[in-house]
């Protein structure tokens, strides 16, 4: 059975950090995409960064590029999301996902395993 565990959302200032934690189990994923995907009261969910699993392709959308970094630890099978100078827009619940995919996608229903959310508050 496929699991993917979200970790570290919290509240934070405007300009904070956060680190947010996805471990996944349940089957190899080498051969899987990992993306970090969030979700505000009213809006679409939207992927702010993926990753392969070698680490030799990534995205960022626009709105986190040179804010956010995304990387994955094979050995402990987790993928981490490092949010600096956060800003209250990026106030959402984030999940983490699985795309069975060699190349980069970003659109929610390419994916098909999810994490159960973690709450990320970024305060004024």
């Known amino acids: 059975q496929v699991q993917l565990v979200e970790s570290g959302g919290g509240l934070v200032q405007a300009g904070g950090s956060l680190r947010l934690s996805c471990a996944a189990s349940?089957?190899?994923?080498?051969?899987?995409?990992m993306g970090w995907f969030r979700q505000a009261p009213a809006k679409e969910r939207e992927c702010v960064a993926a990753i392969s699993w070698s680490g030799d392709s990534s995205y960022y959308a626009d709105s986190v590029k040179g804010r956010f970094t995304i990387s994955a630890d094979n050995a402990k099978n987790t993928v981490y999301l490092q949010m600096d100078s956060l800003k209250p827009e990026d106030t959402a619940v984030y999940y983490c996902a699985a795309a069975r995919n060699h190349k980069l996608v970003v659109r929610p229903g390419t994916y098909n395993y999810w994490g159960q959310g973690t709450q990320v508050t970024v305060s004024s």
């Open positions: 349940g089957r190899t994923f080498s051969n899987y995409i």
